[in-house]
Every structure is written in structure tokens, then in C-alpha cells.
């Protein structure tokens, strides 16, 4: 027995560094026998993602990984979760170097290496812009005519990361002309474009599609038809209208037969309003086409509407006063008024006050003596005397001297 404990004692310290080399060495081989690579590859998830943002581009995925797990675990692409934190990250067009961390979901088994650990990532803002929606018919079918597209909306809003939408120029609605002739009258689906005509992808389109409505068919037809100037209310009491210019007096307009047959052979303006019009009046206007119908030239038409008062005529009673006369000399005039009968536009003479008219006889010339001599009246521009219209249009004017005062202190002569 003595023998027995004096071998386990003897030289124990070699003996126990002996034990614990073979300990390191046994979990070596056992790790490395463990260690194991498999051969598929895991999608990054990015978490943290700040608001307003979207990242560019494909993220890489997680691969080459070597792990280690206890021989009765199913390894699949479930056994593992690759992220990146993007908290923290401003978003801009300027990429950013992140980490890639890999976890596995099952705590026994144990991640020794992944590939790749950090990766460059792009965060950008998001932005949203307004653009004009485009109608894209294609190659038209020989024998048939579309009309003017009509779009609802007109516009969109094109939104996504900021060097995206600043790419697009409008959004395409892509339409198909059938040979049959049928109108469209459809919902399209909208896809962004550039100025180049180049695909946007990655950016959203709301509302993603519009309605188009166009006239197809070989009933489409131009025709050229005249104005119809549309004129409304009244111009001033005494006017009316005694012509209208129209520029241009014929116009092309557009639309299948039956839009057509709804002019009546001519092309109705936009209402033109002669309330309290005293003289003539020139307008632009445009059309007012009914339902389907269309002028490809949208013209705009210039209208000159020519007013004129009717004349008539108006007999007053007015004075007469001598002009010219001497203060030495006496007149007297053989009647103190004459009838004068004018004539004009009507409401020129409604609106002349003939309360200040008067008629006047020259004298100046005239010494003491008995004289017939014409009246004479003034009337204002666009009002004339009628022919012989001044009853009486001469009258007789005396002159004379008046008496000589009898000198004082002489006798009166005596009657006969």
C-alpha cells in the first residue's frame, strides 16, 4: 500500500500538468471536430430604420459561415438572422459603412465566423414631386383618327429616394389604338420616365393610374364651319346694332359625326354682354363647343360689334335775341320766338338740354330803319336743323333812334 501512494505522490506536479495538457488537447479535437460550414447564405434585414428614409440599392447577403452545434440540430436558413442598425445614420446620397451582425436563433449553436462583417449602405431622403401625365398612343392603325386625349387626372405625384424623383419627368400612360375605331375610355396604369425616355424604377405613383378618354374612329372629321358670335343684354335706350365684324369669321373644328351634328352648321362664341353699350364694342372671345367636339387650333376670335342710334327729329319753341346791337339804336324784333324742328341720332337728342337753346338775328350792321333778317340757331355736333326747319326762318327788325329830349325852359308848341 505504502508503495502504491509513494508512486501516485512521487513527482505529482509533472504528473498533474501531464493530465491537464491531455485535458486541452481532447477539447481542441473535439472543437475542431465540431466546427462546421455551411453552405448557404442568409439576407441582411436592416433594423432602426430612420423615418422618411429608403435604402438604395440590393443589400448583400450573409455567407461562408462556420459554426459550432451539437450534431442532432437541423441547420437551415432559419438557424440564423443577419441586420444592420441603421440608427443614428443621416440619411443623404452619400453611402455609409455599417456592421453586419449575425445571431443564431437556436442558443446551442455557436457562431465562430461570417462573411461579410460591415458593408457600405446608401440611406436616402424621401421626396415626392408633382409631374404631367404623358398619353402614349403607340403606332396608330392606318384608317382610323384619335382625337385629343382627355386625361383625369392631368398630374401625379411621383414619390421616393430624393435622386430618383428628381429623375422623373412625367408619368406614361400607355394606351392602345384598336384598328376597329373604338373610342378609348379606360383606367391606365402609370410607369415613371425620364427626359430621355428611360424607366424610373424604385419610386411609387399616386394615383397610380388616371382615366383616358379619347374619340377613335373614322368618323373623326374636320370641318370648317363659321362664328356664331353669341351676344347678350341690351345697349343703351336708342341703339342698336347695325353690324359685326368677326376675325377669323370661319374656323376648323373636330369630332365624329354625330359631336358634329350638334353646331348647326356653325361654331357658337362665348357670350358677349352690350349692357348700356353707347358705341361700338370690340371683344376677344373664345368658343363654347358642345361635347366632343374640339378646335385644334383654339382659336380666339376678335368681335367688333357696330352700334348706331336711329335718327329722329324733335320741334322745340325758342327765343330770339339780336346780337350786335349799339346802344344808341332801339330794336324791335316783329316776333319773340321761333318753332325749330331738329333732327339726329335719338339718343343724342334725348340727351340735349334744349332748355338752353336760343335763336339769335345779326343787327350790328343795321342803322335806323325797317329790315327782315334771318334767325339763326346753334346746335350741338350730330343734331341738325331739319329742311326748313325754323317756322319763321326770317323776321323783321326795326331800328331806331330814340327821341331827342325837349330842351328846358322852352315852351311846348301849341296845338294847331
Same mark, same amino acid.
Not at 347 to 354: C, E, P, Y
Given at each position: 500500500?505504502?508503495r ?37 447564405t ?6 432602426n430604420?430612420?423615418?422618411g428614409?429608403?435604402? &438604395?440599392?440590393?443589400? %448583400?447577403?450573409?455567407?461562408n459561415?462556420r ?8 441547420i437551415?436558413? $432559419? ?29 446551442r ?8 462583417? =460591415? ?6 431622403? #424621401? ?8 398619353? $402614349? ?8 383618327? %384619335? ?12 414619390? +421616393?429616394?430624393a ?10 400612360? =400607355?394606351?392602345r #389604338?384598336?384598328?376597329? @375605331? ?13 427626359a430621355? +425616355?428611360?424607366? /424610373?424604377?424604385?419610386?411609387? &405613383? ?16 374636320? =370641318? ?10 341690351? %345697349? ?17 373644328? =373636330? ?9 348647326n @352648321? ?14 361700338d364694342?370690340?371683344?376677344?372671345v ?14 380666339? &376670335? ?7 342710334s336711329?335718327?329722329?327729329?324733335? *320741334? ?8 350786335? /346791337?349799339?346802344? $344808341? ?5 316783329? *316776333?319773340?320766338n321761333?318753332i325749330?324742328t ?10 340735349? $338740354?334744349?332748355?338752353?337753346l ?8 343795321? +342803322?335806323? +330803319? ?23 326762318s326770317?323776321?323783321t327788325?326795326? /331800328?331806331?333812334? %330814340? ?14
Amino acid at each position: 500500500m505504502r508503495r502504491l501512494v509513494n508512486f501516485i505522490v512521487r513527482n505529482w506536479p509533472l504528473k498533474l500538468g501531464a493530465i491537464g495538457l491531455a485535458v486541452i488537447l481532447y477539447g481542441g479535437m473535439v472543437i475542431l471536430q465540431s466546427t462546421t460550414a455551411w453552405p448557404g447564405t442568409v439576407a441582411i434585414v436592416p433594423v432602426n430604420q430612420p423615418s422618411g428614409s429608403t435604402l &438604395i440599392g440590393t443589400l %448583400p447577403s450573409v455567407g461562408n459561415i462556420r459554426y459550432v452545434a451539437p450534431a442532432d440540430i437541423a441547420i437551415s436558413v $432559419d438557424s440564423f438572422r443577419a441586420t444592420i442598425d441603421l440608427a443614428g445614420i443621416q440619411p443623404s446620397e452619400t453611402g455609409s459603412l455599417v456592421s453586419v451582425s449575425l445571431a443564431a436563433t437556436d442558443p446551442r449553436i455557436q457562431i465562430i465566423d461570417y462573411q461579410p462583417k =460591415q458593408i457600405q449602405v446608401t440611406l436616402e431622403p #424621401i421626396q415626392t414631386f408633382t409631374v404631367p401625365v404623358v398619353v $402614349d398612343t403607340g403606332v396608330v392603325p392606318s384608317g382610323v383618327s %384619335p382625337g385629343t386625349p382627355t386625361v383625369t387626372p392631368q398630374t401625379v405625384s411621383v414619390r +421616393g429616394a430624393a435622386s430618383y424623383v428628381r429623375d422623373v419627368a412625367y408619368a406614361r400612360a =400607355q394606351v392602345r #389604338i384598336d384598328s376597329s @375605331g373604338l373610342d378609348v375610355n379606360q383606367d391606365v396604369s402609370l410607369v415613371a420616365f425620364n427626359a430621355a +425616355g428611360k424607366v /424610373v424604377n424604385n419610386v411609387t &405613383i399616386e394615383p397610380a393610374s388616371v382615366h383616358v378618354s379619347i374619340q377613335v374612329g373614322s368618323q373623326l372629321r374636320t =370641318q370648317s364651319v363659321p362664328v356664331n358670335p353669341v351676344i347678350q343684354n341690351a %345697349p343703351a335706350s336708342g341703339y342698336y346694332i347695325t353690324g359685326i365684324d368677326i376675325t377669323p369669321p370661319i374656323v376648323e373644328v =373636330q369630332g365624329q359625326a354625330d359631336a358634329l351634328a350638334k353646331l348647326n @352648321g356653325s361654331a357658337n362664341t362665348k357670350p358677349i354682354s352690350l349692357a348700356g353699350a353707347t358705341g361700338d364694342k370690340t371683344v376677344i372671345v373664345s368658343l363654347d363647343l358642345p361635347a366632343g367636339v374640339t378646335a385644334p387650333a383654339n382659336p380666339q &376670335i376678335q368681335v367688333i360689334i357696330h352700334l348706331k342710334s336711329p335718327d329722329t327729329t324733335r *320741334t322745340v319753341t325758342i327765343g330770339i335775341v339780336p346780337t350786335g /346791337v349799339r346802344s $344808341d339804336l332801339i330794336y324791335s324784333l316783329s *316776333t319773340p320766338n321761333v318753332i325749330v324742328t331738329m333732327g339726329g341720332a335719338t339718343a343724342a337728342l334725348n340727351a340735349f $338740354d334744349t332748355s338752353t337753346l336760343v335763336g339769335s338775328v345779326s343787327v350790328g350792321e343795321l +342803322g335806323p +330803319g325797317t329790315y327782315t333778317v334771318t334767325v339763326n340757331v346753334t346746335l350741338p355736333a350730330g343734331i341738325k336743323i331739319v329742311p326748313g326747319g325754323i317756322n319763321p326762318s326770317q323776321i323783321t327788325v326795326t /331800328v331806331t333812334s %330814340p327821341a331827342s329830349p325837349v330842351p328846358s325852359g322852352s315852351a311846348a308848341p301849341r296845338p294847331t
